[in-house]
């Protein structure tokens, strides 16, 4: 890309808080935005070639939205823990492995989503966010989901085509989750803790594809225990059978 059509995209966002530069081959997080540290809310980076975001991402402290969907990021530096402002952060279609502890100071995040990445392990350290509503690992490598699981805020988490074949009773602990995608894991009806019928604030449970036929559910113990209105309802969403408890 031009200086010229890049100077001119600064000048709009210096005005419009607003920075959209998609699918244009960047191969660098651009350098030419340390200019707007002190009004940037919206970046969005996404369908680019960027392999490293730059410790000075730390720097943008108004930043809301920052969106990096469809790049080569392998990791994320400690220093984007600074965007305390931080509400939404996507980066969907990457080659990220691990996360840095720092995520869990992003106290205003509200959506992570990092679907189609190459993480295989659940990430910890994420209880912290108290505003987290949706936590989206779907198209990963993760096998288990464990214990500390429990100490998640989200009220959606999309664990969709992983390859989960664990999955701890904590789960049915998390105080907010209201809905749980587990579409085309490898969990087998034994796996799935009949607290989540009995006990969870689960309302949407997605198991299609899974190594066992979702009308089995009615076989768990506590599947007649579930809280108002006490029904099962079975339905299509998204092309997928869904369980409504």
């Known amino acids: 890309m031009g200086n010229s059509a890049l100077k001119s995209h600064l000048e709009t966002s210096q005005k419009t808080g607003v920075f959209q530069l998609t699918g244009k081959g960047l191969q660098e997080f651009p350098d030419e935005l340390q200019r707007l540290t002190s009004n940037l ?7 680019n070639k960027i392999e490293v975001l730059p410790a000075a991402i730390g720097n943008f402290l108004q930043l809301k939205s920052l969106t990096l969907n469809s790049n ?24 990220i492995q691990h996360l840095p502890l720092t ?4 106290k205003a995040l509200r959506t992570l989503s990092l679907a189609g990445n190459q993480i295989s392990e659940f990430p910890l350290g994420l209880g912290s966010l108290k505003q987290l509503d949706l936590l989206d690992l779907s198209r990963n490598q993760i096998q ?6 429990s100490e998640l805020q989200a009220i959606e988490i999309n664990l969709n085509q992983n390859q989960i074949s664990v999955l701890a009773v904590e789960v049915s602990r998390c105080p907010r989750l209201k809905v749980l995608r587990l579409e085309e894991n490898c969990l ?4 799935i803790p009949q607290s989540i019928l ?18 089995r559910l009615r076989d768990l113990d506590g599947y007649d225990k ?18 409504w408890l």
């Open 198 to 215: 009995s006990e969870s604030q689960v309302c949407l449970f997605s198991v299609e594809g899974n190594l066992f036929e979702v009308k």
């Open 226 to 243: 579930v809280r108002s209105p006490g029904i099962w309802r079975s339905g299509i969403v998204g092309g997928y059978i869904t369980v």
């Open 72 to 95: 080569r990021l392998t990791n994320l530096p400690s220093e984007i823990g600074k965007l305390k402002k931080l509400e939404t952060l996507s980066l969907n279609g990457n080659r």
């Open 41 to 47: 809310r919206t970046v969005d980076l996404s369908g």
């Open 188 to 191: 087998e009806l034994s796996s």
């Open 103 to 106: 995520l869990g100071q992003l």
């Open 144 to 149: 288990s989901i464990p214990t500390e699981v």
